[in-house]
């Protein structure tokens, strides 16, 4: 890290920018070579079609675009996914003059035609293979069906369950997040961008967008310097470092500059500290909002800053199309910085293998049916999805379930396959994802007996509901009364041995633009969840839903909570697979669970305070709230088994660490139940005393383990000097000589702690 960071980022927090020269291109690099030579023959025009990223729309129809690719306008397309769609696009390129390929991009967040759990869910698994099988799919349905890029991973940090965008991401630690960005992008793009089944990686959304204000979608960003660089930051920079082709650059503004006018973000960050070599794409509409954010006067103002600050490639609304010309004609644009930003675009597509084949993609027979269910990878989705599934209450043992039992099913998103598949759902089929209904019906066939009633619609609301079906007719309304559903759920329960009501957020609730002030289950479904607890039926609540929801009132009523997030196209499976314990849970949460919205943002690793809560003497003049129980519901890497786990103390190698070396944390981990299951082993450090106030406690290290009944395991944790590094107020990244705590637990409150000494 050079000094660069601190002095942009202090002027960053005045709201200044300082410009940077582009380096000339280095033309020992055949890709360099080929590229300048190109660029050498395009006309203005052609250069600036290269930066338009286009998708067919009502105002902008498949032929339009078509004739614009002919006249090489178009330099890549998103939202075009089916091979005879994109061939057919390809094809117009042949009539254009220089014949330069598009690239084909999609947002395939978390699976492409197999649903694999939403983001939270995935992160939930704790399980990187698991993460890895689901990226790899991804990219290997997606590029069988022609695309080159998907805009993911999100890497957004966030500790805001209000945020509906919470669902996109992997939770609210820094270290854990950076380590799936990572995995994401080796998964997506595989050993070689060129190869027909690699897909390249545009991470999202730079930087910052998780901590939107009070969660709310498109508000901004404004925070010390340092909690940036320290706690927002660093997954971008780890999933770029792992080769991510492109970034995509956020929405919000940062310290008042916004990102995609931020030059501080994108040349002295991404590009000099971070020596990102990529490409730079705005966001949906971006650099027009720059007007409306209030630091552009009109678009062409808006044009030029984004192009100054170095975004390349515009998604939607063409507006470098519209103004770079004006601009470099008027002087207020350099034709380098123009260049600077195809030659990026010209770069990607060689890294994508266009050049040399602009149908590398579109190998092969195209199938007779895109939805074939032969195109699908179920048993990896049914394998992820149930170790993504958190059980957060499990009294007296009501789980798992008798498969010969017969249950009550209810709940508005018990049989709905459209919510099982989640938010960004790329080119799923809501027909082909098994609801939780189906799910059970399918596991106790021959054997137990499924009675299903919807019991409750998924809320009232008539505007929240316009909202949700704004777009979609995504929320089905049954006409009945709310006493009629009710009374018909209680009937069946009445009859089962076990109710399981299936309640939460629709999929569309946990979105973007879906931002809640209220994160707690519909008044509807508490209705219901009453109503069949008074049957006095053991009950269990599977609960979806894309954010943490504040479930203290739903703990008390029911025997068994599970967490099902939004598990994909095998949800209802591997919801019955963990039901029926034919899998053990072994889910962790990766965001906090706070006990009311009032709490938010609650996270595990917040810095300490010189008045510090203590639930054991809990003190008037102390860090609280008065009139609730403190602290979370449920904390950061929570979650239980059907069998128990102990963990040893840390035995640390040695008391103290110096530079360069390594220290290892001993713990053993035993299986205390009577049934063999997987754990994670958390560790967490605390720097006791630096020239900043520390977090309490951060995970630097986890391993997720498999025992059998009364095994144990000895695990080591490695710990070595760069693991203590934060950024200091002059935001440089150091670690200062003192005593470090070192925390293992399996979850983030309940751990056994040592310590050592920094030399
Ligand atoms: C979202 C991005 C997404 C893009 C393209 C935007 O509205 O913020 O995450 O990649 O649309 O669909």
Excluded: C
């Excluded at 996109?168 to 992008?185: K, N």
């Amino acid at each position: 890290m050079s000094n660069a960071p601190r002095l942009t980022a202090l002027m960053l927090g005045l709201g200044l920018a300082i410009g940077a020269t582009l380096a000339p291109a280095q033309d020992a690099d055949p890709a360099r070579a080929y590229v300048d030579a190109l660029l050498a023959k395009m006309t203005l025009e052609e250069k600036i079609g290269q930066l338009n990223l286009v998708s067919v729309g009502p105002d902008y129809p498949k032929e339009a675009i078509m004739a614009d690719i002919r006249a090489g306008k178009v330099g890549a397309m998103f939202n075009t996914v089916t091979r005879p769609d994109i061939r057919q696009m390809q094809d117009q390129v042949v009539h254009s003059r220089l014949k330069i390929p598009l690239f084909y991009a999609y947002d395939v967040i978390h699976g492409m035609r197999t649903i694999f759990p939403i983001n939270l869910g995935l992160a939930s698994t704790w399980n990187l293979d698991a993460i890895a099988t689901s990226g790899r799919i991804s990219a290997i349905e997606a590029a069988a069906d022609g695309l080159d890029l998907t805009f993911s991973p999100t890497v957004d940090v966030t500790r805001e369950p209000r945020w509906g965008r919470a669902s996109e991401t992997f939770g609210e630690d820094t270290w854990l997040t950076s380590r799936i960005g990572a995995t994401l992008v080796h998964a997506y793009q595989g050993n070689d961008l060129r190869a027909p089944d690699s897909l390249m990686a545009s991470i999202k959304h730079f930087g910052g967008y998780g901590a939107v204000e009070a969660g709310r979608d498109y508000s901004n960003v404004d925070m010390s310097p340092q909690r940036l660089m320290q706690d927002y930051l660093p997954p971008y920079r780890a999933a770029a470092e792992a080769g991510a082709g492109a970034v995509m650059v956020a929405l919000n503004s940062i310290n008042g500059v916004p990102a995609t006018a931020n030059r501080w973000l994108l040349q002295d960050l991404l590009r000099k500290d971070w020596n990102y070599q990529g490409l730079l794409i705005s966001d949906h509409g971006a650099i027009n909002e720059l007007v409306l954010h209030g630091v552009a006067k009109d678009t062409r103002d808006a044009a030029e800053q984004a192009l100054k600050a170095g975004v390349e490639l515009n998604m939607h609304d063409d507006v470098y199309g519209k103004q770079l010309p004006a601009l470099l004609a008027a002087g207020k644009v350099t034709q380098a910085e123009i260049d600077q930003a195809v030659r990026d675009m010209l770069l990607t597509k060689y890294r994508l293998g266009l050049f040399d084949d602009p149908y590398r993609r579109l190998q092969g027979q195209d199938p007779v049916d895109t939805n074939a269910e032969s195109r699908l990878h179920r048993a990896e989705a049914r394998q992820v999805a149930r170790e993504s599934l958190v059980l957060l209450k499990n009294e007296k043992a009501v789980l798992p379930l008798r498969k010969g039992a017969t249950l009550a099913v209810v709940g508005p998103l018990a049989d709905s396959p459209r919510d099982v598949m989640g938010n960004w759902s790329a080119a799923g089929v809501a027909a082909q994802a098994v609801s939780i209904r189906r799910g059970l019906e399918n596991a106790v066939a021959g054997q137990g007996k499924v009675l299903y009633a919807k019991g409750a619609n998924l809320l009232d609301d008539r505007d929240v509901l316009a909202y949700l079906n704004s777009y979609e007719p995504a929320v089905a309304v049954d006409p009945r009364s709310a006493g009629e559903m009710i009374a018909e759920a209680v009937a069946a329960a009445r009859q089962a041995e076990v109710v399981v009501a299936v309640v939460g957020e629709s999929q569309g609730m946990a979105h973007e633009a879906s931002s809640r002030a209220r994160i707690s289950v519909p008044d509807t479904q508490r209705e219901l969840i009453k109503a069949l607890k008074a049957t006095g039926k053991p009950l269990v609540l599977v609960l979806m839903n894309g954010r943490p929801l504040a479930l203290e009132w739903e703990q008390e009523q029911a025997n068994a909570l599970l967490e099902a997030w939004f598990p994909g196209t095998e949800g209802g499976n591997a919801v019955a697979d963990v039901l029926f314990g034919d899998q053990n849970p072994s889910g962790k949460l990766t965001m906090t669970f706070p006990r009311e919205v009032g709490q938010v943002p609650l996270y595990y690793n917040h810095l300490s305070s010189g008045r510090p809560f203590d639930a054991a003497k809990p003190n008037k003049y102390t860090s609280r709230y008065f009139d609730i129980v403190n602290g979370p519901l449920y904390p950061f890497g929570y979650g239980l088994s059907y069998t128990t786990f102990d963990v040893s103390a840390p035995q640390l190698s040695s008391a103290t660490l110096k530079q360069g070396d390594t220290l290892t944390a001993r713990v053993t981990v035993k299986n205390t139940g009577d049934r063999a299951g997987a754990t994670v082993v958390q560790l967490y450090l605390h720097d006791v005393t630096a020239s900043l106030a520390r977090p309490v406690k951060e995970l630097k290290g986890f391993q997720k383990v498999m025992l059998q009944p009364g095994e144990s395991r000895e695990l080591d944790f490695p710990i070595t000097e760069a693991d203590l590094r934060f950024y200091n107020n002059d935001l440089k990244l150091v670690s200062e000589p003192g005593e470090f705590k070192v925390m293992v637990g399996l979850d983030s409150e309940r751990v056994r702690e040592g310590s050592f000494t920094l030399l």
